[in-house]
């Protein structure tokens, strides 16, 4: 596989899930965790070496089930969980796997999530050795108290170093997540966070409102903590798009910014709609209009795999109008908006009169704007967004 750490072409087409071109995206789930996060409801066990191994060799299996069926990879998303913990030799058997299986486009974009504290110069190395160009790294916050709070396994100096071994062994394409909204935060010490995320020099940062859980330690343990209360939010969102801006990071959907040419193309490709397969415990896949999701039960998933039945907990055949809702769902969370000439061509579907009440309704309120060809959120629209988008489902 060839590599191309340095500003990957990232134009992702749009790509018609009824036509026969098979450019795909691959997300691989690694449910393993050193520990649980307290705010933290993905699906993640305790890592155990031997489960790893067993799960890891189902896995291979998984994979070439999509042998001869002729897929070219544009993306390669490694998360979970904490991908990190893996040895080499069992991420050597998941690429020899996925490059056994699949044809790998040569710009095609490799990412690994990393977690803080779980990274060595040799992992680092390793993962260069077998192609990862993109390193996303589970940062969450520079402020320890909040770390804490969290239940992060990583302190605020574990940061620097992942962040220095990384650059140093891997790639220079990283991207850092944060997280606001959190107990003990101010809008200081979340500024505070932002400035030393830049300071580290990153290519990309992703920054999310913690959502509370049902069923999480934090869940439970609420009434311990004051939580940031609506109005402070919505400035720490607005104060982090201003701060981000001045450092020259664009803002391509709502909760991701880069460098100009490091946006994320396995991203970029879910909110256009495009078609990616998932493979693991508790992936999700999109391709020849059927959504499936895998078991979230790693011992499930291996005697399935070991009996050669189905790993799929749900699926279902997706109707095109649906998929073009959710195509506009989507669309709408990147900046750049939604192309009305796109759906007119494609499908004949014109956003327009099909939607023109709810359209004109937040076009009123300026929160919906029309520019050019696109159909777009305006910028106060963003801190609201899951209002406005969910009349479009
Ligand atoms: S590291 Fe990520 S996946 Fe694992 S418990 Fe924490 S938040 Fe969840």
Redesign the pocket.
């Known amino acids: 596989m060839e590599q191309d750490t340095q500003n990957p072409e990232i134009t992702v087409l749009y790509q018609n899930p009824f036509s026969p071109v098979k450019e795909i995206s691959l997300y691989i789930h690694i449910p393993f965790?050193t520990?649980?996060?307290n705010?933290?409801n993905?699906y993640?066990i305790s890592y155990d070496a031997k489960l790893a191994q067993n799960y890891i060799r189902s896995l291979t299996k998984e994979i070439s089930q999509y042998k001869n069926k002729h897929y070219t990879l544009a993306s390669i998303y490694i998360g979970?969980?904490?991908p990190s913990l893996l040895s080499f030799s069992l991420l050597f058997s998941l690429f020899y796997a996925i490059n056994d299986t699949f044809t790998i486009s040569q710009k095609s974009e490799v990412t690994i999530e990393v977690?803080p504290a779980s990274i060595t110069r040799d992992r680092a190395q390793n993962w260069k050795t077998l192609g990862i160009n993109r390193v996303s790294i589970?940062v969450q916050s520079f402020d320890d108290n909040v770390l804490k709070i969290l239940g992060?396994f990583h302190s605020s100096k574990d940061i620097k170093t992942t962040v220095e071994l990384v650059k140093t062994h891997c790639t220079e394409n990283i991207s850092l997540d944060l997280m606001y909204g959190i107990p003990g935060q101010t809008l200081e010490t979340w500024m505070n966070s932002l400035q030393r995320a830049v300071d580290l020099k990153p290519k990309h940062i992703s920054s999310y409102c913690l959502s509370l859980e049902r069923g999480t330690p934090l869940f439970d343990s609420r009434n311990k903590y004051s939580f940031p209360p609506e109005k402070l939010q919505k400035d720490m969102y607005y104060s982090m798009l201003e701060f981000l801006e001045s450092n020259d990071f664009l803002q391509y959907e709502i909760s991701n910014f880069s460098h100009e040419g490091y946006e994320s193309r396995h991203n970029i490709s879910y909110w256009k709609g495009n078609e990616y397969i998932g493979c693991g415990a508790s992936a999700h896949s999109f391709y020849n209009m059927t959504r499936r999701e895998n078991i979230s039960d790693v011992e499930r998933y291996i005697i399935n795999i070991q009996n050669k039945q189905s790993v799929y907990g749900n699926s279902k055949v997706i109707p095109g109008r649906e998929y073009i809702s959710d195509m506009i769902f989507l669309g709408l969370r990147m900046t750049k908006g939604v192309s009305l000439h796109y759906l007119k061509s494609e499908f004949g579907f014109d956003i327009l009169a099909e939607y023109s009440d709810t359209i004109n309704k937040f076009s009123k309120l300026g929160y919906l704007t029309v520019e050019k060809d696109h159909l777009k959120l305006a910028k106060k629209a963003l801190f609201v967004s899951d209002e406005i988008l969910s009349e479009f489902v």
């Open positions: 965790c520990k649980k996060c705010y933290c993905f993640s979970g969980g904490t977690n589970g992060r």
